[in-house]
């Protein structure tokens, strides 16, 4: 910033710079108005902003269309937190000098401060194009990108601005973060983040990006020790508590974890703030009143924590669930007590007030209160219910196919923002799986996926079935699941839909899983149907793949005994 500023300056003493009026008033009477700016430079870059303010109100009372000092009075109100003032400053600078890179810059910086993320982009694109050599710029705009989840327009400006300038540290932890968490270059992510450190030892923001990498690593106590540290000298860190949150609950450390995981809503990490104007519910004892619960999250996650609502039936009088619309017709028929409303429903607040509503809580909320313990879990054969009467045409549709054993599969999960590379395993992977006789494999992919399947068919000799119509519609999808005797599955909505209905999972679990995979073991508290294989190296599925095709084969075996006459 005070750079680009500074070569204004140059640039007009190079043609022509006009004097400062005769009327300028004291102390500034026949002052050089640069020397004047880069003194306010100097104030606040001693922190002394009030005293900077100052110097740069006289200099523009003198001068009132000197851009750079507009500009530079903007950052000195933005770092007050006076933003609206600030806006202020930037748009006369950008009227006085519209090719000033740093009125733009300015401008996409109040609206990052304000977290207005889509409303930085464009005055942060300006200022990059208007000054293509500015790093800060680049990392301003990748950051604004990387909030709105545009993950590979947000790693390019990072990598520009590193190539830029090689001791940024801050665009070099910015560039591990996004290479390590959306694109699993997890070697090349992590030299990124340990040169933002060797630049910057103290950087409270590489320094929470470490603690994934010693996460990777399998360090968990290291990256929660290192957590703790940070936290213990600024409470305010927000990303360093979900992080130590969501490594907790992957350690079954749930009674901490969970705590920590609430940092969720403040930092809108996965978590969309809906609820209505009504107080939360603290976990003591409903008594009989009613709740209003909403979920959050994906899929996966609303099945995952709806574990929790028989324990808020039994208590309350009445209770109101709004969630996905696909899970709307399993959780109504599941929940028969509790209104289930799909999210975007007209009237949420009518629907509650009617039903005597008078707390609220996201269904994320729900284990902090009753999920404390891995003892708090309760053992179940399947608590989400699939349309009776679909399973056993399912049945009947599977009957019909030539091998034994029915099997569903779902090998590509989440998305390029949640980390798709790591939760997917392409079909050529699945050689050994497929070379299982005996099987009669079912596509439970959620999307088009025609090509893959030819493509292994022709590479493996597999059929895979297919059947559109129970795939377009969840609660039908849950009703095939009910009608299969196996689901193997990446980590996906599928293994918790499936688990939640006490079905047998074989979940695939890279070595860096989801928290809710745990960090080890075999099995998941949310589902004892649900077995955990686990990759034992990065970037290879191959031995697991074996390990699957042998335990599947053994399967095929006992089925074949059990029919036996």
């Not at 009026?21 to 009477?29: F, R, S, T, V």
């Not at 300038?165 to 070697?187: C, I, K, M, W």
């Not at 699939?386 to 049945?395: G, I, K, S």
Request: with cysteine; proline share 6%; glycine share 8%.
């Amino acid at each position: 910033m005070l750079r680009a500023l500074r070569g204004w300056i140059v640039g007009k003493r190079g043609t022509a710079t006009p004097a400062p009026p005769a009327a300028m008033p004291e102390p500034m009477q026949g002052a050089d108005a640069a020397a004047v700016f880069e003194r306010a430079v100097e104030e606040m870059q001693r922190g002394e902003t009030p005293k900077a303010e100052e110097t740069l109100r006289g200099l523009i009372e003198a001068w009132h269309d000197f851009a750079p000092a507009h500009a530079l009075l903007g950052h000195v109100l933005r770092k007050q937190g006076r933003l609206d003032d600030a806006v202020d400053s930037f748009v006369l600078a950008q009227c006085f000098d519209p090719a000033l890179p740093d009125a733009y810059y300015g401008l996409g910086s109040v609206s990052l401060q304000g977290e207005r993320y889509a409303e930085a982009v464009e005055p942060l694109r300006q200022a990059a194009e208007l000054a293509p050599a500015d790093a800060k710029t680049h990392n301003a705009l990748g950051v604004a990108l990387l909030n709105l989840e545009r993950v590979e327009e947000a790693r390019s400006c990072f990598m520009k601005a590193v190539e830029l300038q090689p001791a940024f540290a801050e665009a070099h932890s910015n560039l591990g973060y996004v290479l390590f968490r959306d694109f699993a270059q997890f070697e090349e992510g992590a030299a990124h983040i340990e040169r933002a450190l060797e630049i910057a030892p103290l950087n409270r923001s590489a320094l929470c990006n470490w603690t994934m990498v010693l996460q990777y690593r399998g360090r968990l106590k290291e990256a929660v020790q290192l957590c703790d540290e940070l936290l213990a000298e600024d409470p305010s860190l927000l990303g360093a508590k979900l992080n130590r949150g969501l490594m907790l609950l992957s350690m079954g450390r749930f009674e901490t974890g969970w705590q920590d995981y609430e940092a969720r809503k403040q930092t809108r990490c996965n978590y969309a703030a809906r609820g209505l104007p009504l107080p939360d519910w603290d976990g003591t004892p409903l008594n009989g009143r009613g709740i209003y619960v909403y979920g959050e999250q994906g899929i996966g996650d609303e099945i995952m924590f709806s574990s929790c609502l028989p324990d808020v039936l039994r208590e309350a009088r009445s209770c109101v669930v709004e969630c996905s619309p696909k899970l709307q017709p399993i959780f109504q028929r599941t929940f028969p007590n509790a209104i289930v409303v799909a999210r975007g429903t007209k009237d949420i607040g009518a629907i509650s007030r009617d039903a005597g509503v008078e707390c609220q809580i996201s269904m994320g909320s729900l284990p902090f209160f009753l999920r404390r313990f891995r003892s708090s879990f309760p053992r179940h054969a399947g608590y989400l219910q699939a349309d009776p009467l679909r399973v056993e045409h399912w049945r009947a549709q599977l009957h019909d196919l030539p091998g034994g054993l029915k099997v569903g599969i779902s090998w590509r999960g989440g998305m390029k923002t949640t980390r798709q590379n790591l939760r997917s395993i392409p079909l050529d992977e699945w050689a050994p799986v497929f070379g299982v006789a005996g099987v009669d494999f079912v596509d439970l992919q959620y999307f088009a996926c025609t090509d893959e399947i030819q493509d292994a068919g022709r590479k493996h000799g597999v059929m895979v079935h297919r059947w559109p119509e129970a795939l377009d519609d969840y609660d039908e999808t849950a009703a095939l699941v009910g009608a299969l005797d196996l689901i193997i599955s990446v980590q996906t909505a599928i293994v918790h839909l499936s688990g939640a209905m006490g079905r047998p999972v074989w979940a695939l679990i890279p070595v860096a899983p989801e928290w809710r995979y745990l960090s080890e073991g075999t099995s998941m508290p949310w589902y004892p149907s649900v077995q955990l294989m686990r990759q034992q190296c990065a970037d290879d599925w191959h031995l697991l793949m074996e390990v699957v095709s042998e335990e599947l084969r053994r399967q095929v075996g006992q089925a074949r005994k059990v029919r036996r006459p």
